[in-house]
């Protein structure tokens, strides 16, 4: 069973109380929602996105959550996705992900390094190879590849400790239909891509009639 968690976060809180600064810093206080997970497996998927005056932080995960402490009760909403939700064939979709491809690396000798270098995509053609890529191996296919929209978004920076990194975001909308229902609510699940626990990776989905 999947859960659906919607919190709108007041920009004044998110800022000047919470002083959220950055993709680490929302992905802490998701966590808060899943007390008595320490040392846990993440199981949920996130995503934020700004609206009006607030942020709205979306969550997917197999786990209920619960309100965290620093959540206004009016601020949070949570609730089951029937099953029946996944009987539909075709959806209407929204998916922010870190689209990268790894470089070949070699060392002095020439020979090729275990851990290449991955630097972002930018080029439409280059992101449509991917996402349908994505969608082969996650039991769907994209619509209409002329109508996928692919916009690019603000970098993402963020601090872990002492590690500083950045993630180049691109957001897709468009129409997708099943193809394997057991592997796509598996992706639905697990997410797209990489960065997952940086807010990226969550499957936005409207069914279509």
């Known amino acids: 069973m999947s859960h659906l968690t919607q919190i709108l976060v007041p920009y004044e809180l ?3 109380q919470l002083r959220i600064r950055d993709s680490y810093d929302w992905h802490q206080r998701v966590w808060q929602a899943f007390k008595g997970n320490d040392g846990v497996k993440r199981d949920f998927l996130s995503r934020v996105d700004e609206v009006d ?3 709205r932080l979306l969550v997917v995960s197999t786990t209920e959550p619960t309100k965290p402490d620093w959540c206004p009760t009016d601020c949070f909403k949570t609730k089951k996705i029937p099953e029946d939700f996944f009987a539909a ?3 209407r979709f929204s998916l922010l992900v870190n689209p990268t491809k790894k470089l070949v690396v070699r060392n002095e000798t ?3 390094k275990k851990n290449g270098r991955r630097i972002p995509l930018t080029k439409r053609e280059d992101l ?3 996402i349908q890529r994505k969608a082969e191996a996650g039991g769907f296919e994209i619509g209409d590849p002329n109508n996928l929209r692919t916009i690019p978004k603000p970098r993402s920076y963020f601090q ?3 590690t500083q990194g950045v993630h180049y975001a691109i957001e897709f909308q468009g129409t997708l239909s099943i193809t ?3 592997l796509f609510r598996a992706t ?3 997410g797209i891509g990489s960065a997952k626990a940086f807010g990226f990776g969550l499957l936005a989905l409207a069914p279509l009639s």
Do not use: N
């Open 128 to 130: 449509l190879a991917w």
């Open 89 to 91: 064939c075709h959806f």
């Open 160 to 162: 872990k400790g002492a």
């Open 14 to 16: 998110a800022v000047r």
């Open 110 to 112: 020439g020979e090729r």
């Open 188 to 190: 639905f699940t697990t």
């Open 53 to 55: 005056d607030a942020y």
């Open 180 to 182: 394997d229902p057991a």
